[in-house]
């Protein structure tokens, strides 16, 4: 058995851009930036960043579209591509490797410019991906702390 599955967690480095297909089906592409912080050899905190292009089709292409903007963050599961084809203007082969997304959540929304997608006027309405991605806002998390001794199992 083969395993393709992607899973990112990132922000968004440019707007999405949603076309129509001749089929008529939407597809959405915008890309995103992971960060991994290392220590290198002599111990010195690193930081890396990747970026990534993500397409989205369908119905959840047009929800992407009009709540997602740059700065905003999203946790995409999916799978990866590699497309080619033949460049006119030089003549060489080209490659694009993407992660074809089954699944986009929406990240917390931020206070103020960029993080979010939504204002908190719009809580009404918002698409039922972002209602149900549990960004943490509606949760109230206990004051105390939690004694392990306590846990019953």
């Known amino acids: 058995m083969y395993i393709n599955k992607a899973i990112l967690f990132g922000n968004l480095t440019r707007d999405p851009e949603l076309r129509a297909l001749p089929s008529g089906m939407n597809v959405c592409n915008f890309s995103i930036a992971t960060n991994r912080v290392f220590k290198d050899r002599d111990g010195k905190k690193q930081e890396q960043s990747d970026f990534h292009n993500i397409v989205v089709f369908g119905r959840q292409a047009d929800t992407v ?10 946790y995409i599961e999916g799978r990866m591509q590699t497309r080619s084809w033949d460049d006119k203007a030089s003549g060489e082969k080209k490659y694009r490797t993407e992660v074809i997304a089954d699944s986009v959540q929406f990240g ?14 719009d809580e009404g309405q918002q698409a039922p991906e972002e ?8 949760i109230d998390y206990p004051k105390d702390d939690i004694n392990p001794d306590d846990i019953p199992f």
Do not use: F, I
């Open 65 to 74: 579209q009009q709540y997602l903007k740059k700065g905003s963050t999203a």
């Open 108 to 121: 917390p929304r931020g206070s103020g410019g960029g993080g979010g997608g939504v204002s908190r006027s």
């Open 131 to 138: 209602m149900s991605s549990g960004g943490g806002a509606g």
